[in-house]
């Protein structure tokens, strides 16, 4: 295999009767009706779901994830997922979100597109049964309105619930988080130029791994942006840039066929040596005896 397949949302929504907006938003009532892959594939939507009983599991981008009953989810656009699992008593329900949609959405959001990010480094996050009954009561709405057939406002109306949701499991991500010793109350200036690098780094990680190329495109000095995102993500600009990257090459290396020197030339590298060398320093150990390992 030498390339990894997406998750097609309109193949979903063909082979599953359930309440959708076209291609844009899929409700699977039941969390084991999600689709059990049986090969790796590349997230092309945001997933947002919550267990209410069992348990399960998933492979993302290499690491394994458990959830279990009283756990949010949230699967972002670019990652690879794979190795889904459910024990036969699972229940919840799940969203998918295209990412036009997920962007019409996010234009109206203030302050949640930097937690979302930080979200991608802890995919899952318990909720307490507040938070639980806050977002069943939303999903029962948005079902209500997918399932009129002959409501004018659908669209508009399930974006604005959508919008209301997402603010509350913000606010969960925020309790979480700031239990675990994140700084969530940084100003909002640092917010914005966080998510900005993010954004930068997930659209051209490929072809630009140089931090003063991302400080050249926002319109900062190297330095400041160097301490904006540290100040922001207890993480440099290097080590945000060399997570994707690296990420990028494991996912390739485990699920594809590709030569060393293919993914080499896929994601801008001189040599397959320079890639190599990246590697070994970033991993601890080569391409090849990662493939092996795998």
Known sequence: ????????????????EIPSIGDDLLLFEEIQMLPQLDEPRRMNCIIIGVCTDGEGGYTLNESKYSIKSGDALILT???????????????????????????????ELRDMSSLFLLAREHPIFPLNSNELSKLKEYVELVKERLTSEHYRFKKEVVRLLIIAMIYDI?????????????????????????????????QHFRTERRVSWYAGQMGLTPKYLSEIISSTSKRTPNDWIDKYVTTEIRNQLSNTNKKISEIAEDLNFPSQSFLGKYFRENVGMSPSEYRKKK
Not at 1 to 16: A, G, P
Not at 89 to 103: E, P, Q, T, V, W
């Open 1 to 16: 295999m030498n390339k990894i397949e997406t998750v097609s949302l309109d193949r979903l929504r063909e082979s599953h």
């Open 170 to 202: 913000g606010t969960a991500i925020m309790r979480v988080m700031s239990k675990e010793g994140t700084d969530v109350t940084v100003n909002t200036k640092a917010k914005r130029c966080f998510v900005q690098f993010i954004q930068l780094v997930e």
């Open 77 to 107: 656009e670019g990652q690879i997922v794979n190795e889904i699992w459910m024990s036969d008593n699972a229940k919840g329900y799940a969203m998918l979100i295209s990412r036009g949609f997920i962007d019409e959405i996010f234009k």
